[in-house]
């Protein structure tokens, strides 16, 4: 039976249609509202708006549910890898042997960036942040590798997936090596997607980087977990863009800006600065609470909240236990991993934190399974950004694949002044 909303403005009552998601979501369909009634909603921050129908990622932020294409995320951090996680985001199943090969082939023949664009790592500022770099290089990847008109658009479309797939993994590392004034790795074709990451990161012709099986298994999980998470900023950034019909390129590199702050996939690093000045702070978390508390101060508990989320965040969960896992293996202590597990004792006690629904959300440990691995401060964005991007290519995809496709257009409610006339300068006050 179809279901419907009935709203009543100046006493005249409109049906809207109720449409159910797979898992039972249900949610008032607008679409004819302007149409039929002359009015628009107002959704500040879009916490109340569908922006679109996707079957890519479930997430229930009551019941802390995440699965990619119907697998639970645990499940995929569990036995999967990051090739095969990003193949099923991307075809929305996960690939037989064949298909895996063929797909791993394709990343490694794709993985070695254009020479010239060397030129453009080496003249940025030394300063300059990472993902500010890595937005660049990507919108520059049209500008390298232009399309190519006797390719079908399929064609197009799965090559440029290839390519950023592979490419933005091996221009990350660039931008560390040529940070630090290192010479540059090249991508091997013998080594897994990971394996390939750590070893352009960290080989070095004085002392070779040796491979450890279980951080590449950890840089995996990280990767997986980051791997999408349905309609956020740089996802949407992403759609928005992307429905204006630029390339992709130019979508993904949206969305890296979007993931560059501090209230998005920045606040992974914001949350290892803050532990670092709690560490620094002889350990009292005391003043960073009340301050996070306190109304008129704009601090918050860096990765804690989410929009979703008002329950543990299932990738949270894992990515703790990893911190010890990972730490074990690099035969290291970090302080900040227990300033991390008191800071969320104390808030998870905390009336203001239980009220609010407030939780750890991914980006509360992950730095400390990324400082164990080596990585440094300035790059944790972009191994979030890294992870994200099948799941900035599958939404890309599936909205320019949407029969219903629409270019993005929010509607406002003006508040400004009424019509006026101009006044000449000498007559102005
Ligand atoms: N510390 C203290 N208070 C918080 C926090 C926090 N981390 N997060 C939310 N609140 C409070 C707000 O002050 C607000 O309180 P009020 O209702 O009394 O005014 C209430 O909780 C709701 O907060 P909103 O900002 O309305 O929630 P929203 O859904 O818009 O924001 C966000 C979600 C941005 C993640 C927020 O929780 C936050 O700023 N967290 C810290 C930054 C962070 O960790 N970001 C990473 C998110 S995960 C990711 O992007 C990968």
């Known amino acids: 039976m179809k279901q419907s909303a009935k709203i009543i403005i100046d006493g005249k009552t409109f049906e809207l249609p109720i449409i159910t998601g797979s898992e039972g979501e249900r949610v008032i369909d607008i679409s004819r509202l302007r149409k039929d009634t002359g009015l628009v909603t107002l959704d500040p921050g879009f916490a109340n708006t569908a922006s679109c129908q996707s079957s890519i990622t479930f997430m229930d932020g009551e019941r802390g549910i995440l699965r990619y294409r119907g697998i639970p995320v645990g499940q995929l951090a569990e036995h999967s890898t990051f090739v095969e996680t990003a193949y099923l985001l991307i075809n929305g199943e996960l690939p037989t042997q064949k298909q895996l090969n063929r797909f791993s082939v394709m990343l490694n023949d794709h993985s070695v960036v254009h020479e010239d664009m060397r030129a453009f790592f080496e003249n940025f500022p030394r300063w300059a942040h990472p993902m500010g770099i890595l937005s660049s290089m990507v919108n520059a990847l049209r500008a390298f590798y232009p399309e190519i008109l006797e390719r079908t658009e399929e064609e197009e479309i799965n090559i440029s997936v290839t390519r950023l797939l592979s490419k933005v993994r091996t221009m990350a590392a660039m ?81 890296i800006c979007a993931l560059w702050g501090s209230l998005h996939g920045g606040a992974n690093q914001a949350v290892v600065e803050m532990l670092s000045q709690i560490h620094a702070n002889g350990g009292d978390m005391a003043p960073f609470i009340a301050r996070a508390k306190d109304k008129n101060d704009p601090f918050r508990l860096m990765g804690f909240g989410h929009r979703v989320y008002k329950s543990y965040d299932p990738r949270a969960r894992i990515m703790k236990k990893m911190c010890d896992r990972v730490l074990d293996r690099v035969k290291g202590h970090d302080p900040l991993l227990d300033v991390a597990k008191r800071l969320e004792e104390v808030a998870l006690k905390d009336p203001y934190f239980i009220d609010h629904h407030l939780y750890p959300n991914v980006d509360f440990y992950s730095g400390i399974v990324l400082r164990a691995m080596g990585i440094p401060l300035n790059m944790f964005t972009v191994m979030f950004a890294i992870g994200r991007l099948p799941g900035w290519i599958s939404q890309w995809k599936e909205s320019i694949e949407d029969p219903n496709w629409k270019i993005h257009r929010p509607r406002q409610i003006y508040t400004g002044p009424n019509e006026r006339d101009y006044v000449p300068i000498q007559e102005r006050d």
């Open 175 to 255: 931008s560390y090596k040529i940070f630090r004034g290192h010479k540059l790795v090249y991508p091997r074709h013998d080594l897994t997607y990971a394996a390939n990451f750590l070893n352009m990161m960290f080989d070095s012709p004085v002392r070779p980087y040796v491979i450890d099986e279980h951080l590449v298994q950890a840089l995996n999980v990280f990767w997986i977990l980051h791997a999408d998470h349905e309609q956020n900023c740089s996802t949407a950034a992403v759609r928005l863009v992307g429905s204006a019909k630029v390339n992709l390129y130019a979508a993904i590199s949206a969305g």
